[in-house]
């Protein structure tokens, strides 16, 4: 089953809301208006405006690169958790690989250091009552500003499936091989999730468990793709050497 409602298209690019993504924004924009009255339900509902524009933001920055690029991207899908811009196939050139991982949080760094001056000139005695406990003077374009900071230093961290994963694995890839690269990110994956898990669960921080439990699910199945794209290959450029006479369609026939 498919979990994600088609919205349309962006640049070419279709765009696709997660189920979750929906119930997400309903359930916690109800009990704001429960709790808190319809002001603060408005202002959940604008934080999240905010994120679905600097994840679709985020998103288009690698879906235009890697088009660019001559990687075909089927579509953008917006989870809870962030975006996915779905390609036919990462590039295994280091060098495109990482173009298309910064990217992303290149988007975000721009938009952000555009809003900042302008909440420094435009805000300052507005943040500076917000931050004293005046929700009267909600200033909108620092709040803009600081998912987008957060979002570029977050996919950062050179874990998969973050960015920072991709541009380990390009590094790495460059002098060991793509597959190589890829369990050596993979391993490093593993150790950040290790290190997250053991700062959450003294401390309760289950957000903070789900974070590591997903890096890890992730680099493994990341290495599992590559491993059977290897394998792939390998059957194409040997099954023709083994049955000469059905030569390439034979092949064909093992991989379908």
């Keep these: 089953m498919d979990w994600a409602l088609p919205v349309g298209r962006v640049l070419g690019v279709r765009l696709r809301l997660h189920y979750l993504f929906l119930f997400l924004v309903v359930v916690l924009v109800g009990m704001a208006l429960v709790r808190r009255g319809p002001g603060i339900a408005a202002l959940v509902l604008l934080l ?28 953008i899908t917006l989870l ?22 910064v990217a992303g949080p290149a988007v975000n760094v721009a938009i952000a250091a555009a809003l900042v001056p302008a909440a420094v000139v435009l805000e300052a005695a507005r ?37 920072g994963g991709r541009v380990l694995r390009a590094v790495l890839s460059a002098r060991g091989g793509y597959l190589r690269g890829t369990r050596q990110a993979v391993r490093v994956s593993r150790v950040l999730a290790a290190l997250f898990a053991l700062v959450a669960l003294p401390t309760g921080e289950w957000l903070l468990v789900a974070v590591a439990l997903f890096v890890w699910w992730a680099g493994s199945q990341e290495e599992r793709t590559v491993q ?24 064909q026939h093992l991989l379908n």
């Design 127 to 163: 943040l500076e009552a917000w931050l004293a406990g005046d929700p009267r003077s909600f200033p909108l374009v620092a709040i803009v500003a600081v998912p987008n900071l957060a979002m570029a230093a977050f996919n950062l961290v050179p874990a998969f499936p973050m960015d």
């Design 80 to 101: 809870p958790i962030g975006g996915v811009a779905r390609m036919e196939e990462m590039p295994e050139r280091p060098l495109h690989e990482v173009l298309i991982a």
């Design 228 to 251: 059977v794209r290897a394998i792939r290959r390998a059957l194409e450029v040997a099954t023709p050497l083994a049955y000469p006479a059905a030569g390439g369609r034979w092949g």
């Design 48 to 75: 999240f405006l905010v994120l679905f524009g600097s994840v679709l933001l985020h998103e288009l920055g690698h879906a235009l690169v890697a088009r660019r690029l001559g990687v075909v991207v089927r579509d």
